[in-house]
C-alpha cells in the first residue's frame, strides 16, 4: 500500500482538462515538495513535474503542479492521445526517504 | 548528456543475493547535490522506491527494506551498486536506477530498467 494516495484511474477526451490528485500527511506532502512523473506503456518513468510546479525542459506547457496542504495535483490541459500513460506522484518524508503514489492510470477516450 | 543503465542477472533464486550495476555516464556521483537512487515495479504494479546514495555517501534505504538492502558506489567506474540479500518471488520486478537531485529529491535521468525474476 503506498503512503500517497491517487485514484487509480482517470479519463478524459481529447481537448479536455484532466485533473489527478494525490494526497499524503504532514510528514511528506505537508513538509515536502510533490514530483510528478508520466510512464508510458513500456517505458521507463519520465520526469513531468518537479518542486510541485517546476517543468523539466522539454515538458509541454499544458502540463501543470500544485499543492496545497497535504495534497498536490497534476493538471493536463488540452488533453492529447499521446498522453494516455501512468502518472505518479512521489516526495519524501522527514527522514529522507522517497515515496510514491499508487498511481493514476490516464485513458484518452 | 546523462544516461544511466543497469545491469545484473535476470534470473535469481529464493534466499539468494541480487547484485544489480548501475553504470552511468554525464556526470560525477560526487557533484553536490547529486543522488543514484533505485526504484522498482513488479509486473503491472506501482514504482516503489528502495533507496538512494548521495554525493557525500549519505545513503537512504526504504524502511521495509532496510535490513536487506545494501547501496554502494564507486565514483572511479561511474557506477553504483544495489545488494538485496534474502530475495523472494515478490521481488520480481523491473528494476532502475536514476540519477537524481537532493534539492526537490527529484529523479530526473532514468535507465531504461531491468527486470529480475526470483523464482527456483
Known amino acids: 500500500q503506498s503512503v500517497l494516495t491517487q485514484p487509480p484511474s482517470a479519463s478524459g477526451t481529447p481537448g479536455q482538462r484532466v485533473s489527478i490528485s494525490c494526497s499524503g500527511s504532514?510528514?511528506?506532502?505537508?513538509?515536502?515538495?510533490v514530483n510528478w512523473y508520466q510512464q508510458l506503456p513500456r517505458t521507463a518513468p519520465k520526469l513531468l513535474i518537479y518542486?510541485?510546479?517546476q517543468r523539466p525542459s522539454g515538458v509541454p506547457d499544458r502540463f501543470s503542479g500544485s499543492k496545497s496542504g497535504t495534497s498536490a495535483s497534476l493538471v493536463i490541459s488540452g488533453l492529447q492521445s499521446e498522453d494516455e500513460a501512468d502518472y505518479y506522484c512521489a516526495t519524501w518524508d522527514g527522514s529522507l526517504n522517497g515515496v510514491f503514489g499508487g498511481g493514476t492510470k490516464l485513458t484518452v477516450l | 548528456q546523462i544516461t544511466l543503465k543497469e545491469s545484473g542477472p535476470t534470473l535469481v533464486k529464493p534466499t539468494q543475493t541480487l547484485t544489480l550495476t548501475c553504470t552511468f555516464s554525464?556526470?560525477?556521483?560526487?557533484?553536490?547535490?547529486?543522488?543514484v537512487g533505485w526504484i522498482r515495479q513488479p509486473p503491472g504494479k506501482a514504482l516503489e522506491w528502495l533507496g538512494v546514495i548521495f554525493w557525500d555517501d549519505d545513503k537512504r534505504y526504504s524502511p521495509s527494506l532496510k535490513s536487506r538492502l545494501t547501496i554502494s558506489k564507486d565514483t572511479s567506474k561511474n557506477q553504483v551498486v544495489l545488494k538485496m540479500t534474502n530475495v523472494d518471488p515478490a521481488d520480481t520486478a523491473t528494476y532502475y536506477c536514476a540519477h537524481g537531485w537532493f534539492w526537490g529529491y527529484y529523479f530526473n535521468y532514468w535507465g531504461q530498467g531491468t527486470l529480475v525474476t526470483v523464482s527456483s
Open positions: 554525464g556526470f560525477s556521483a560526487s557533484t553536490t547535490g547529486v543522488g
Open positions: 504532514s510528514s511528506d506532502i505537508g513538509t515536502n515538495t
Open positions: 518542486s510541485d510546479d
